[in-house]
T-cell receptor
């Protein structure tokens, strides 16, 4: 089945120690997103890629970076995690909105990040 | 900035009861999606509504898009414990932006 995969599902890192979360998709969607979600709140968009074009949200801290080496993979790098970065990180994909009749995002299962 | 107000924020009901969740905005959306998210998992798309006044049904769930495409509702009939989760509405901004505007969610608990 076509899907969005996130690894690992649970990640523990130390305060200030760089960490990378990964996302892959078999949907062949050209748009990929990274969201941060804290306890029972709405997902907060950090940034997204439209093909190779990177789009950063204005309020996303510089501590968060992303890479998309090809269509299928996208990475979230947190350069110096703080205690406040502990959250669920969600990856999502969507098709080109110029082609899609309606706009939909498909989410992965998320990575729960703990900072100690 | 477009905003989606979702209500109620929390809802706890008994199995078999009916409920309605609302999603409202002063802005027009080109489409609106409803997602359900279970603890520890990512949101799962339930439905997309596109046309003003559109009604879609998914088993015991009924979704409606307002005539002016500014609001939507989700009605669940005879709720079951398996319906428990965080329900999120999300709207696609006019003009075809690839970003969604999310409501803050409704946390539903259905007690057996």
């Amino acid at each position: 089945d076509a899907m969005v995969i996130q690894n690992p599902r649970y990640q523990v890192t130390q305060f200030g120690k760089p960490v990378t979360l990964s996302c892959s998709q078999t949907l062949n969607h050209n748009v990929m997103y990274w969201y941060q979600q804290k306890s029972s709140q709405a997902p907060k968009l950090l940034f997204h890629y439209y093909d190779k074009d990177f789009n950063n949200e204005a309020d996303t801290p510089d501590n968060f970076q992303s890479r998309r080496p090809n269509t299928s993979f996208c990475f979230l790098d947190i350069r110096s995690p703080g205690l406040g970065d502990a959250a669920m990180y969600l990856c999502a994909t969507s098709r080109d909105t110029r082609l899609a009749g309606a706009y939909e995002q498909y989410f992965g299962p998320g990575t729960r990040l703990t900072v100690t | 900035t477009q905003l989606l107000e979702q209500s109620p924020q929390f809802l706890s009901i008994q199995e078999g009861e009916n409920l309605t969740v609302y999603c409202n905005s002063s802005s027009v959306f080109s489409s609106l999606q409803w997602y359900r998210q279970e603890p520890g998992e990512g949101p799962v798309l339930l439905v997309t509504v596109v046309t003003g006044g559109e009604v879609k049904k998914l088993k015991r769930l009924t979704f409606q898009f307002g005539d002016a495409r500014k609001d939507s509702s989700l009605h669940i009939t005879a709720a079951q414990p398996g319906d428990t989760g965080l329900y999120l509405c999300a709207g696609a901004e006019q003009g075809g932006s690839e970003k969604l505007v999310f409501g803050k969610g409704t946390k539903l608990t259905v007690n057996p």
